[in-house]
């Protein structure tokens, strides 16, 4: 969900983006509407894909942007990643949820601060992901500018100091304090994206990369395949065998699902040209926008009673459901975007 990429776009890391989002809708969907969602192996699949997923090429994405080697680029890169995830945050949270829509919930400062997933947690953690990225990048610049291998051995330490950090305040406050736990989490993926983008150039010059990455995501997808359909991981506790396992699938998840799409999207002129990948693209290119409206339509049609996913009616409910939301999730974004007023300050596009 990167706001501010104005370079030439990787049509491929927007479909995937286009993916995750439309993965995220459905999760909240079903949910929403029916009960006993998170058993089904449906949502094994979203739970384990969809923020990995967006969190991987963030990391990847960083390639593109300027390197932050003096302070002036730093202070820019800052405030640019603070307008474009913590003023929607603001925005769609306490006025349009809080306010506007009157969910008390989103008016308690305090209870958010302790308690981030209740409202749209993913945009403080992507910022906290963010500026530990950029004082990293920046303090590793200043100290072995001239010497590559030693200034990214640097920036790795700094990396995982800042995680020491978090942890140790997590520990201290509360790991649910300001969602500390999701941006440990999630830490690990930004800077894996972050590192296969550095490499990704060098590895293609190799002669046997192709066969070296086909049989990684074959083997990815294998045990991905396996662990979900065997593990409920989002019942699975928090300890760290358990974020372990949940970690691993992911990451083997998000190998197997890129490696695949970037075999079907072979190269940018079938993502520009075929359908599908048009529209991805689009719902990747705008999917911070997707991201915080579409929690409004999830459950336009309600149940008279609560129903079951794993039913002929759960799932008709939950299709109806999702079909309405992203029908009306996309057209209010299209819309939406047509006031540079609205487009810059609802949505961070600065």
Known sequence: MEANEKRARNSCIDIIRGIAMLLVVLGHTMAGCTVNSEDSLLYNIIWTLQMPLFILVSGYVSRYSRKLTDMQTLKTYMIRRSLSYLLPWVIWGFLVRGIVLGEENFLNIYDLLWHMDKGYWFLPTIWMINMAFGISQYVSYRIRKNCEIQREVLFLLIYLFEMAVL????????????????????????????????IHDFLLQKKYYSYIADGTIFLSLMIWSYIIVRVNLYEVGDSGIEMILRAFTSFAGCVAVCGLIKGVFVNEAMAKTYRGGVILKWIGCHSLEIYVIHGIFTVLIPAGTSIEFKTPEGIALAGANYLVTVSLTLLSCYLMNQNKMIHKWTFGKW
């Open 167 to 198: 942890l140790l305040v997590g520990l201290r406050c509360g790991t649910s304090f300001l969602g500390i736990k999701y941006v440990l989490y999630y830490m690990p993926f930004y800077y894996t994206g972050y590192l296969f983008g550095k």
